[in-house]
């Protein structure tokens, strides 16, 4: 849905290679010292745990479940569908007259859950494909990278939705989608480290040690990309979720009974119209903390890890 | 009346930590047609002293005192009056002609802009006039690089450019602001000789920014020396060379090989320039100083003219003579 | 320059028979035929309506069939939904709606964008500053899907002004909330792009060289700041324009405009494959071809690309 940027983040990618390998020790004290400093940052980590404390605490706290329709309610949503202390429903029902508490929690979990998968798929192909074709280089690396060049001028999110119709709608097949349309420009950063770190003594003293490429490759090249590759995992973790409430907002997403983020916003923006503003705005208000709190935690772990002001 | 007045002026930076003086309190003047040559190291504030006069100063600076031209004031002047004296009558060349002429814009259009402008000819008058002043500036072949961009040309080719640029509205003034250190050495030379011959030409004054005394030596009448924002020493070119009373610029020149004297011994000054935001006490240069006495601690020497109408700002007056030091 | 634009040329053909391929294979694929799926068809009937469309060709047969008629003809071939459509039909009734739209939301984007990038960064540090740049950390967590469903409780629920949705032939009431929703986002990303680029460049040498020659600030920003400070938004135009596509599909839902994407998620509701692969193959020619353009654009722009 919205590009990093990948300026910055190019940037630190510089700064850490030519940073001094042998004060990594230092480097993750260090960091982790700026993280903590960093107030937005901060803030938004507990906002963050707040949210993952209520999406798998709010079950014991509610007598409904995500599926359980209130009869009683049924017909008169508007008046008695509110969110209230008394009907128990605590943010609420949903059009279907469900629960919106325990949906909501269990949207968070889906949500959540495919933010850090998807990052995480993404991050593993990227990381590895990147590391391969900048280790190698020449031809390998100019093929490769030409794959991605092509790969990126394609429409992903109909390719995605491609996906998702030919193989089935299911969440593996959304994790899995979503994973591999995201790591190109994944690809394209630690590609440009990997050049970089190749080059440096410590390769050498590998390659004339009679190590063999994988092994330099897992052991050496990987270890040293991990700062960039936090970083970028971090803002991509948004990205995926961004992505998925996407395609959940088209119907495409999750299935019933479950839910997400994007699809509780879905079903809440159908009924704006007859003034149902709970039922859009209590997921929409989890939407935005929990996309805040993940841009603010990424970019306080790039100034953290930025070796560049030392 | 002079031409070019400076009283009292002083920069300060603001940083978040608090504020930076980079120019403090220094006051001189230049004569027409006069060759003037501020020295001093990276941070010793001669940049900004002529970057305050043309109120081109990076955001966060502030420039206090008084700055005159031809007896206008310069400073808190309304950009659209400071913009009919710079570039017209105030021209400055600057360090880095690498990054100093726009990549986007052909060396004719960045040319033709200041004579339409100040001089108010057509394009076709400029054009004309932009390839004399290249052939002026001794470019080979002015008609075919007026049409180039910047990145096709060498750095000498693009200094003889921002040169060209910077005489072709016959200024009063030109300001060069160490215009021949990002330059090769053998292109140096030819460079410096262009300046003194051109602002000869064209009676221009030039005010000479530089670290380096091998590029005073050859061009400048009289000479400034700057330390941490503060005027030390200033006098005749040959003064200064001959018997300087200042240890710093006493240090300068015997840390400067000599064409003439290759024998002799180079001893570089002791320490770095201090940090502006962390000066010494009393006179900044006395952490580095040889000769320093106990009140140069607590005060900083005022300017001060001496009978012979030179300038220094120092408490010590006995002669300055190496001294070996101890583990020597 | 010419040969630039021929190589560009060449990468774009393969990645448009890439991108074809790719889905058709993928559609190919796809476990049980198109016409599998719901209650059992008698065999005869089944392999009549196959041979019908083509089906029970061999793979590649079908292939090339399916690439020559989109080459030659710009034939998508028939919808396997509906009888007497083919996937140009729906094509060529819902494109003209989008494309409307879509060039309005695209034309606001980028000029609001890039103005409000500009006053921001030459009134650097102001409350002006402060607000744009407010605005364009906000935009981040507003994507068309949420923008759509405010835009409608403001203007439609509480103010009345506008029509909750609809299309009318695009009358300008109809096409408000669709160009606000669909480029909001995108608004804030190029603002923000600008910004930062325009004060990089406002700080560069050359820009003190300009000041120097006693230019004015207009013709400082206009004449010598501007074209630098535009390369970065121009890169970003290819993915905004593939992002905008993307959105669009949210927007044909929400406001029931009338466009492709409706069709597109109908499709793939509907397991109508080759209409959902006819939108897809289609946007692919779109962004491949407006990537190229913007490639060519900024070659044009920036001398020190030399072709």
């Known amino acids: ?310 | 009346m002079n031409l070019f007045e400076v009283k009292d002026l002083s920069v300060d930076f603001k940083t978040l930590t608090g504020s930076v003086k980079a120019v403090d309190n220094i006051s001189f003047n230049i004569g027409k047609a006069e060759t003037v040559a501020i020295v001093g190291e990276s941070g010793s504030g001669k940049s900004q002293t002529v970057l305050a006069a043309l109120g081109l100063l990076a955001e966060n600076g502030v420039a206090t005192g008084s700055v005159k031209f031809e007896g206008q004031e310069l400073l808190g002047l309304e950009t659209k009056e400071l913009n009919k004296i710079r570039g017209n009558q105030i021209s400055m060349v600057f360090q880095d002609p690498m990054t100093s002429l726009n990549p986007f814009m052909r060396i004719s259009s960045q040319m033709i802009e200041v004579l339409t402008l100040h001089k108010g000819m057509s394009k076709t008058d400029a054009l004309k006039e932009s390839i004399r002043m290249l052939d002026a500036v001794r470019l080979p072949d002015a008609k075919q690089v007026i049409t180039r961009f910047p990145h096709e040309l060498s750095g000498g080719m693009r200094q003889r450019v921002m040169i060209a640029i910077a005489l072709s509205t016959e200024p009063k003034i030109l300001i060069a602001d160490e215009p021949t250190t990002a330059l090769d050495v053998t292109v140096q030379a030819q460079m410096l000789e262009l300046f003194k011959g051109l602002t000869k030409d064209f009676g221009a004054a030039l005010i000479l920014i530089t670290h380096d005394l091998g590029v005073v030596a050859g061009i400048a009448d009289r000479m400034m020396v700057m330390y941490a924002g503060r005027l030390v020493e200033k006098g005749t070119i040959d003064e200064l060379f001959y018997s300087p009373h200042h240890p710093y610029t006493f240090g300068l020149l015997h840390s400067t090989p000599h064409v003439d004297n290759p024998e002799m011994r180079l001893e570089p000054i002791d320490g770095l320039p201090p940090s502006l935001e962390n000066l010494p006490s009393g006179c900044a240069f006395h952490p580095r100083c040889d000769f320093k006495l106990d009140r140069c601690l607590i005060e900083a020497p005022p300017l001060h003219k001496s009978a012979n109408g030179r300038s220094n700002a120092c408490f010590y007056k006995g002669e300055l003579v190496k001294r070996s030091k101890a583990g020597e | 320059m010419f040969k630039f634009i021929l190589k560009r040329i060449g990468i774009a053909i393969p990645t448009l028979l890439i991108l074809i391929i790719f889905s058709f294979t993928l559609m190919h694929s796809a476990p049980g035929g198109p016409f599998t799926s719901e209650r059992k068809l008698p065999e005869q009937v089944l392999a009549n309506i196959e041979a019908k469309y083509g089906l029970d060709q061999p793979y590649y047969k079908q292939l090339t069939n399916y690439v020559v008629g989109i080459v030659t003809k710009g034939d998508f071939g028939p919808s396997f939904r509906y009888k007497d459509r083919s996937v140009n039909d729906v094509i060529a009734q819902g494109f003209p709606v989008t494309l409307k739209y879509g060039i309005w939301s695209f034309i606001v984007a980028v000029s609001v964008g890039v103005s409000l990038g500009i006053v921001a960064a030459i009134n650097h540090n102001s409350v002006f500053d402060y607000l744009a740049v407010g605005f364009t950390i906000g935009a981040q967590v507003l994507p068309n899907f949420v923008m759509a469903p405010i835009l409608v409780i403001i203007f439609t629920l509480w103010l009345g002004w506008l029509p909750g949705g609809g299309w009318n032939g695009g009358q300008w009431q109809y096409l408000i909330m669709p160009v606000i929703a669909l480029s909001t986002s995108y608004m804030a990303s190029i603002a923000r792009i600008m910004r930062s680029s325009m004060l990089e460049v406002l700080n560069s040498n050359f820009i003190r060289t300009a000041k120097a020659k006693g230019l004015s600030n207009r013709q400082i920003i206009f004449k010598h700041a501007l074209k630098p400070a535009l390369l970065p938004v121009i890169s970003y135009l290819g993915p905004t324009f593939v992002l905008m596509i993307t959105g669009s599909v949210v927007i044909d839902i929400y406001f029931s405009t009338g466009g492709i994407g409706r069709e597109f998620v109908n499709a793939a509701l509907n397991r109508d494959y080759s209409v959902i692969m006819g939108i897809t193959i289609l946007m692919g020619i779109l962004t491949i071809t407006f990537n190229m353009v913007v490639d060519i654009l900024y070659a044009w722009i920036d001398p020190k690309i030399r072709y």
Do not use: C
Not at chain 1, 23 to 46: E, Q, T
Not at chain 1, 126 to 150: E, P, Q
Not at chain 1, 276 to 290: D, E, K, N, S, Y
């Open chain 1, 1 to 310: 849905m919205m590009v990093i940027g990948s300026k910055k983040i190019t940037q630190m990618a510089q700064n850490m290679a030519n940073y001094e390998q042998g004060k990594s020790h230092s480097l993750w004290v260090d960091a982790r010292r700026r993280f903590f400093k960093n107030k937005a940052a901060l803030i938004s980590l507990i906002v963050l745990t707040l949210i993952v404390i209520f999406s798998f605490g709010a079950p014991y706290v509610t007598p409904w479940s995500n599926e359980e329709i209130d009869w009683s309610i049924l017909g008169s949503i508007n008046e008695k569908g509110m969110p209230s202390i008394a009907s128990k429903h605590y943010f609420g029902t949903d059009d279907l007259g469900r629960d919106l508490f325990a949906r909501v929690a269990q949207g968070t979990q889906i949500s959540l859950m495919v933010g850090f998968v998807g990052a995480f798929i993404a991050v593993i192909v990227g990381t590895l494909y990147g590391a391969v074709a900048g280790y190698f280089g020449g031809r390998i690396d100019s093929v490769m990278m030409r794959i991605v060049d092509i790969l990126m001028s394609i429409p992903y999110m109909f390719v995605l939705i491609l996906l998702l119709v030919v193989f089935g709608r299911s969440i593996i097949m959304l994790f899995v989608g979503l994973g591999l349309i995201s790591w190109l420009d994944m690809s394209r950063i630690v590609r440009g480290q990997t050049m970089v770190i190749k080059n440096k003594e410590f390769i050498e003293a590998a390659i004339a040690g009679g190590s063999n490429h994988l092994t330099i490759i897992t052991r050496h090249i990987i270890p040293n990309l991990l700062g960039i590759v936090i970083v970028y995992a971090s803002l991509l973790v948004p990205l995926m979720i961004l992505t998925e409430s996407f395609i959940s907002f088209l119907g495409l997403g999750v299935q019933e009974p479950n839910t997400s983020w994007g699809a509780l916003i879905s079903d809440g923006a159908k009924t704006v119209l007859y003034e149902r503003l709970w039922q859009l705005f209590i997921p929409l208000a989890f939407f935005v903390a929990g996309l805040f709190s993940f841009f603010f935690i990424g970019d306080g772990l790039r100034d953290a890890l930025d070796p560049k002001d030392r």
